[in-house]
């Protein structure tokens, strides 16, 4: 598998080590630094959350160039199997592995017939499932009680257990997210050069020449669904024990969009762009919350929200924070271009 | 990273917990509802109610301190409901909320309110499980939820015997909007209806925000039914008379009081006409103590018509504003004031059952007539 | 029989509307390969200057001519709109990676729809009836006037596109952009101005859509272009992106089967997405181009 990219084979740089450690330090004294503020816990455990997700869809959109527009409905899969399996008495750990599992199960079998698919028609179906996902949720009352969400009446979902630990502050939630967070950026960091994340970015740059090459594209195609489909049924589960409660409100089109906003606005295929991408554009509207509570100005926060998008593109078109090896690119195709 | 970026996210990071610790002496009321997104208009009025009844309480000069009605956007998102929980809960000069829309939010936002031990009245969530989750063992908070909309099985029931008795209809095709709200209404009344001998010629769902039903009502006409009952809110009630009319089907549409508002009217016009709406109290139009409320509002807020749930957040506002003349700002003492309440305002006498949910269960039919709602029971 | 012949005519309305949003979005595809996400608020904008145009005709008292008048306001309105949009938000992004102008229409979606919400109007706004509505009934089928004029303004606006395209100049170099937007610059055509103006075809096929929806449904909102915005474009995927013979049939096609969904499946109604997405995702399995697409090699 001879795939050659010359001067981005090298490793991709340590990471700024001063910053590193000052970001890893604020992250894991959050906590203490907002003063155990419920509101800056709960803002950054979403944000936690949704930078599972987007380090998860990374794989498939910002390596694999594969363009999924209904990601979230892996993560509706995770939080229903997580809900409806804690009703029936399921503790923590074993929903949240049988989450993960059900996420990849479904995203196998959706991403087999689908994959050669191409560009905007692959983000169509996947749309198009993301739609039908939320849609049978909210009509298969009998499984999932319909509109009205999970538990039942008189069910309920326990709080999570982690070796006889129950969490029950927004605290422990913090950090068992910052976990899945830490764990999420490991993996991707390992994938990211090894045969497997190039062989991706292979196919991202040029599918025809990456199966010339003898790539198993449909199979590498399908692992880096499979891949992102765990993350997603992690974040699902560890959402709906968090919450104690899933409708299928919260699993709407917008979400798909949002996390596909968040990797482009913060450079796809770089894990730091997408977690920068992530906080920013997951935390304008939770601060502009914060902040303009209390005046008329809150109504603009999706307003502000929607400028940010427009001029965090316009401005940095490559993201906020690209990988190196997509910096090369995009010089490429500008000399390209000319 | 460039520089200016660093300062930016360092910025964002320092300014959410500097943000949330402000502190004032105001006493504060929150609203908690979607003040953006599709349902942003109906949570814009929600907050309007609210307002009107803390300015009017500013005015009245029944309360030693400054009073605020604070707005909170949940977007009509869960967890965005959640986080606007806890932002609620950073406050401690917040006695009360009034809020969420969706029953989707209300629920998992009780638990939070719960834990913080704020008094919460939701003036639009029906779904039964937000007061009865406080009845579970795993709930081991303070049990804080109350609400003064009837849940979705009293109106429902109240139009299937109607209909039957008053009407003496027995052939009634159903629709619903597939929301908690909606769906719970029309199983409601399925289930009184056909058990008390009448048949229902069909059961559908649609779509929240779809706006064309020709054909499902292509369909239901060929099922010649004397009536159709909806459940959900009056955007699509109006729609589907509008479409109704257009083919010809000429029945009677019932509905409940999600449905019943000016707008209606003004959308559906003519094809309003003869339809029933059933609605929870005595209709604000009809009750003297009432009137201001709906002067006032128009007052304060010309060309804006009343929302659906309006007079009931006006009303949770003010029964949260008799608890706070009774024993203080003190979150602790209204809430176990709420406990006791008993309030005679514009739905009536409303007192909470041990759930939290109103016992107020009085329902009114009306019918439009002539462009305005009249009382036919 | 009659039912049958009834929905068809629903189905038929529901999908010239929806043909006409799809074209916006083909013809921007067509030369920019871009899924123009702000499309949908271009319709509702053109439904809310339809709206203001309208109720100044009601006051003059203008019958017919008003409904051209209201039409015209709409289309150029929200043409006007496309072409500002382009210019600001999609042009400095021209040479970007794929996904950037995607990501910036998104954000300009949210932009113009948070600003109708804050700075137009909060509430439904009812859309007034220009001309008196009359209940006709061709045989065994219940056509409203109005919808009778729907489908005919829309059939009308397909045909004028259709021979704009082919015949006129400016198409033939839309075209051209379409095909090679490089080697079209090569021969002389300016591919700004023709890009510039797809977008003033497509503002303004959209705002027609919104006067057409808000008079069909009677009522407008800051947020109604986003449902028929998504159907519109899955259409447009269904019949070929790209292709505009492919649009109009994607559009109709999906009018009749969600119609055919809600109109002959017990509970349809709440299913006829599924099904639409289903036979959607049916027909690029076997057609990943969609129906008229043709095969092109693509990037993200």
């Not at chain 1, 195609?221 to 993350?231: D, N, Q, R």
Request: glycine share 10%; aromatic share 10%.
């Amino acid at each position: 598998m001879p795939i050659k990219i010359s001067p981005l084979s090298k490793k991709s740089p340590p990471l700024s080590t001063v910053g590193f450690w000052v970001v890893l330090a604020a992250v894991a004294l959050w906590p203490v630094l907002c003063g155990f503020n419920p509101y800056a816990l709960r803002v950054a455990g979403q944000i936690g959350l949704y930078v599972v997700l987007a380090l998860g869809l990374n794989f498939t959109l910002g390596y694999a160039g594969l363009f999924d527009l209904g990601f979230i409905a892996f993560y509706a899969v995770g939080a229903y199997t997580a809900a409806l399996l804690s009703v029936r008495g399921w503790s923590f750990v074993p929903a949240t592995l049988a989450a993960a599992l059900a996420a990849v199960v479904v995203r196998v079998w959706v991403g087999i017939p689908i994959l050669r698919l191409r560009g905007d028609y692959l983000a169509i179906v996947t749309m198009g499932f993301g739609e039908i996902a939320r849609l049978v949720l909210n009509n298969w009352d009998s499984l999932t009680n319909g509109p009205k969400g999970l538990p039942r009446v008189g069910e309920a979902i326990w709080p999570a257990k982690i070796f006889g630990f129950t969490l029950s502050t927004n605290t422990h939630y913090y950090y068992l997210i910052m976990g899945a967070v830490l764990l999420s950026v490991l993996i991707a960091r390992r994938l990211e050069d090894s045969r497997l994340g190039r062989a991706w970015v292979a196919i991202r740059e040029d599918e025809t020449a990456a199966q010339l090459s003898g790539l198993p594209v449909a199979q590498l195609k399908l692992a880096a669904f499979t891949i992102s489909a765990f993350f997603a049924g992690l974040a699902g589960s560890i959402f709906a024990h968090w919450e104690r409660f899933v409708t299928p409100e919260s699993f709407v089109f917008w979400e798909s969009i949002l996390l596909v906003s968040m990797i482009v606005a913060g450079g796809m295929g770089s894990i730091k762009g997408v977690i920068l991408g992530t906080v920013l554009l997951g935390g304008v509207p939770q601060m502009l919350q914060a902040v303009l509570v209390g005046s008329q100005w809150i109504n603009y926060r999706y307003f502000v929200f929607g400028l940010v998008l427009v001029l965090a593109v316009l401005f940095r078109p490559q993201g906020l924070w690209p990988s190196r090896r997509r910096e090369f690119e995009i010089l490429d195709q500008e000399h390209a271009a000319v | 990273m460039h520089p200016l970026l660093r300062a930016v996210c360092l910025g964002l990071l320092a300014a959410l917990p500097v943000a949330c610790t402000q502190k004032s002496k105001t006493v504060r009321i929150a609203v908690s509802v979607p003040l953006t997104g599709d349902v942003g208009t109906e949570g814009q009025g929600v907050r309007r109610a609210v307002e009107l009844a803390v300015e009017e309480a500013n005015k009245s000069g029944r309360f030693p301190f400054p009073l605020e009605a604070r707005a909170f956007d949940d977007r009509a998102d869960p967890k965005e409901a959640v986080s606007a929980a806890n932002l609620v809960a950073s406050d401690p000069n917040i006695v009360a909320v009034i809020g969420h829309y969706n029953s989707g939010c209300s629920i998992p936002a009780a638990q939070v309110y719960a834990r913080s031990g704020i008094p919460m009245i939701s003036p639009a969530s029906t779904n039964p499980k937000l007061t009865s989750q406080q009845l579970e063992e795993s709930w081991v908070l303070p049990k804080t939820v109350f609400r003064v909309v009837p849940t979705d099985d009293v109106q429902g029931s109240f139009a299937g015997d109607f209909i039957f008795d008053k009407l003496n209809m027995r052939k009634i095709a159903v629709i619903h909007d597939k929301t908690p709200y909606g769906q719970g209404l029309a199983e409601q009344f399925k289930d009184r209806f056909s058990g008390r001998g009448g048949q229902i010629t069909s059961f559908d769902g649609i779509a929240m925000g779809d706006r064309d039903f020709k054909a499902l009502l292509t369909r239901i006409k060929a099922d010649k039914p004397q009536g159709v009952y909806f459940g959900g809110l009056y955007m699509e009630a109006a729609l589907l008379m509008r479409q109704a009319q257009e083919l010809g089907f000429k029945t009677t549409f019932f509905s409940g009081d999600g449905s019943k508002t000016n707008e209606l009217i003004k959308v559906a016009g003519k094809a309003s006409e003869g339809a029933y709406l059933s609605i929870t109290g005595i209709p604000v139009e009809h009750l003297a103590s009432a009137k201001p409320f709906l002067e006032k509002y128009n007052e304060k807020y010309p060309g804006v018509d009343v929302k659906p749930f309006d007079h009931f957040a006006y009303e949770a506002t003010n029964i949260v504003l008799d608890a706070l003349t009774k024993v203080g700002p003190d979150r602790a003492k209204v809430l176990e004031e709420l406990r006791r309440t008993r309030f005679e305002g514009i739905l009536g006498v409303t007192e909470f059952d041990d759930k939290g949910d109103t016992k107020n269960k009085i329902i009114t039919m009306t019918q439009v007539k002539n462009g305005e709602f009249a009382i036919v029971n | 029989m009659l039912v049958f012949l009834q929905q068809l005519f629903n189905g038929l309305v529901l999908g010239s509307i929806y043909s006409l949003i799809a074209l916006g979005y083909t013809l921007v595809y067509g030369i920019l390969m871009m899924i123009n996400f702000a499309h949908s608020e271009f319709l509702m904008i053109g439904a809310f200057m339809g709206l203001g145009a309208s109720s100044l005709c009601l006051n003059w008292g203008l019958g017919w001519p008003g409904v051209v008048i209201v039409f015209f306001a709409a289309m150029l309105g929200a043409g006007l709109l496309g072409v500002i949009t382009e210019r600001l938000a999609y042009r400095p992004l021209r040479h970007a990676m794929r996904l950037a102008p995607l990501i910036s229409a998104i954000g300009v979606s949210i932009m113009l729809s948070n600003a109708v919400f804050l700075w137009v109007s909060n509430q439904s706004l009812p859309f007034p009836a220009i001309l008196p509505e009359r209940s006709l009934t061709i045989g065994p089928v219940a056509a409203g006037s109005l919808q009778l004029l729907i489908f005919a303004t829309a059939l009308l606006l397909m045909i004028v596109l259709h021979l704009m395209v082919q015949k006129t100049k400016i198409g033939k170099a839309m075209r051209a952009c379409a095909d090679d937007t490089a080697t079209a610059g090569l021969m002389g055509i300016n591919a700004d101005r023709i890009i510039a103006f797809t977008f003033l075809v497509g503002g303004a096929l959209a705002g027609a859509a919104g006067v057409l929806n808000g008079m069909y449904y009677g009522s407008i909102k800051y947020n109604l272009g986003f449902l028929p915005g998504v159907k519109a474009f899955t259409a447009a995927v269904l019949g070929g992106i790209g292709n505009i013979t492919g649009a109009v049939l994607g559009g109709f096609l999906l009018g009749l089967l969600e119609v055919a969904a809600a109109g002959y499946i017990p509970n349809g109604s709440q299913w006829k997405d599924v099904v639409a997405f289903v036979v959607l995702i049916g027909v690029l399995l076997i057609r990943p181009s969609g129906i008229l697409g043709e095969r092109v090699a693509e990037k993200v």
